[in-house]
């Protein structure tokens, strides 16, 4: 006989209602087994054999593992601590002083920059930052990573003991040399273009603070008697003082007269050379 649509609709939904009744049943009647020990009451699972006290609660997923984070590599610290003191103010000043060819930066943890038997007891984040030359000289620093403070080894009687910190002397250009003066000489000379009439030369050859006291015209006037003059002169144990005595023949009225000085000349040395600067002499005759 052949079934109605309905009909059948009808039944297997019957059907599935009897199977999940026959599960629910089972899961309530069958499955646990519950247990009372005083005020407490247990439900036994009798499936898997497990046993939680009521009201029991869903077992929880357990939680999937968290990777676990590799610590950071020796080098990556290293170029933080570079970094740290490059940032540095003060350190670039440092590094902008030093120059030259050949530098390079390098960082090494600090328990293993230690020298000379020094004692280390900072953080052990601490790295030696070094900006040096392949001889080792240059500036040093001490970088904490976790503090981010910096401490300029160089100038740090601590820090410099413990890390040889040094720095390669700058070249300096040697003094240069004095020449030698030959005092009695000039003195000499000076009286001789005397004799020449030759008074601009004399003057030229006299320093600027005497010229600045003795201006030109009025100098001139004072040195245009002399008819003829001799001097001899030597060296004292001061370079730039000479000894010297002068005869001298000079005009006055219708004649002439002789004169007698002895004394000294000073000397000084200024950027065109050596000048004469002022004469101390006494007449004695």
Not at 2 to 24: E, H, K, M, Q
Not at 66 to 78: C, F, I, R, V, Y
Not at 167 to 187: I, S, W, Y
Request: hydrophobic share 40%; net charge neutral.
């Amino acid at each position: 006989m052949p079934v109605n649509r309905l009909d059948a609709l009808v039944f297997g939904s019957g059907a599935v209602a009897v199977v999940a009744l026959s599960a629910f049943g089972f899961h309530v009647f069958f499955r646990y087994q519950y247990v009372r020990a005083g005020a407490v009451l247990s439900r036994v699972d009798r499936l898997s054999g497990r046993t939680c006290v009521m009201p029991c609660l869903p077992t929880p997923e357990p939680a999937a593992p968290k990777p676990t984070q590799s610590p950071p590599s020796l080098e990556h610290q290293a170029q933080r601590a570079i970094a740290q003191v490059q940032s540095n103010p003060t350190a670039r000043q440092v590094v902008a002083s030093t120059g030259g060819a050949g530098y390079e930066w390098s960082a090494v943890p600090a328990a293993g920059a230690i020298t000379n038997g020094a004692h280390f007891a900072d953080e052990a984040d601490a790295f030696v930052v070094c900006y040096c030359d392949r001889d080792g000289f240059g500036p040093r620093w001490e970088a904490h990573l976790q503090s981010s403070e910096t401490y300029y080894a160089n100038d740090n009687k601590i820090l410099r003991e413990r890390y040889g910190a040094r720095v390669r002397p700058r070249a300096t250009a040697p003094p240069a040399a004095v020449p030698a003066v030959d005092g009695p000489r000039l003195v000499a000379e000076y009286y001789d273009l005397w004799n020449h009439g030759d008074l601009r030369t004399m003057y030229d050859m006299l320093s600027a603070s005497y010229r600045a006291q003795h201006p030109y015209p009025v100098w001139e006037q004072q040195h245009a008697s002399v008819v003829r003059i001799t001097a001899r002169t030597s060296a004292t144990t001061d370079p730039l003082t000479v000894a010297v005595v002068i005869e001298s023949t000079d005009r006055a009225g219708a004649g002439t007269v002789d004169s007698e000085y002895r004394g000294t000349w000073a000397l000084v040395r200024e950027p065109s050379g050596i000048k004469l600067d002022r004469p101390d002499l006494n007449q004695t005759r």
